[in-house]
Nanobody, 123 residues
C-alpha cells in the first residue's frame, strides 16, 4: 500500500519557522515529482511548491517565494518544506503530493496524496 505521511505541523507565532516532512512508504518515489498543496479554512486547495524527480528544478507559489524552500532526500524517500517568516495567512492543512508528471503537482491532478498536517500561525 502506497502511503505519504506528513509530519512537522503545529502552532507557531508569526515570523517563526516550521519544517514539514513527508515520508513515502509502499514504493520508491525517486522517479516522481513531489510537492506540497495547502487548504485554508473556507478556501480552495492551492499549490505551494514542487520539485522534479532529479531535484534540480523547483517551483513556488508567489505567496511563499523567498520564505519557503522545498527539498528532497531520495535516500530517505522524503520531501521537506522549510517554512520561514510564517504569516497568519499561511495557516492551512498542508498536503504532500507525488506524481510522475511535475505539472500535475498541485490541487487537482496529483496521483498520490498524504493525509495532511495542520499548520497554524498566530498573529
Amino acid at each position: 500500500q502506497v502511503q505519504l505521511v506528513e509530519s512537522g505541523g503545529g502552532l507557531v507565532q508569526a515570523g517563526g519557522s516550521l519544517r514539514l516532512s513527508c515520508a513515502a512508504s509502499g514504493r520508491s518515489f525517486t522517479t516522481y515529482a513531489l510537492g506540497w498543496t495547502r487548504q485554508a479554512p473556507g478556501k480552495e486547495r492551492e499549490f505551494v511548491a514542487s520539485i522534479n524527480w532529479i531535484g534540480d528544478t523547483t517551483y513556488y507559489a508567489d505567496s511563499v517565494k523567498g520564505r519557503f524552500t522545498i527539498s528532497r532526500d531520495d535516500a530517505k524517500d522524503t520531501v521537506y518544506l522549510q517554512m520561514n517568516n510564517l504569516k497568519p495567512e499561511d495557516t492551512a492543512v498542508y498536503y504532500c503530493n507525488a506524481d510522475r508528471d511535475l505539472s500535475n503537482i498541485g490541487p487537482h491532478a496529483a496521483l498520490y496524496w498524504g493525509q495532511g498536517t495542520q499548520v497554524t500561525v498566530s498573529s
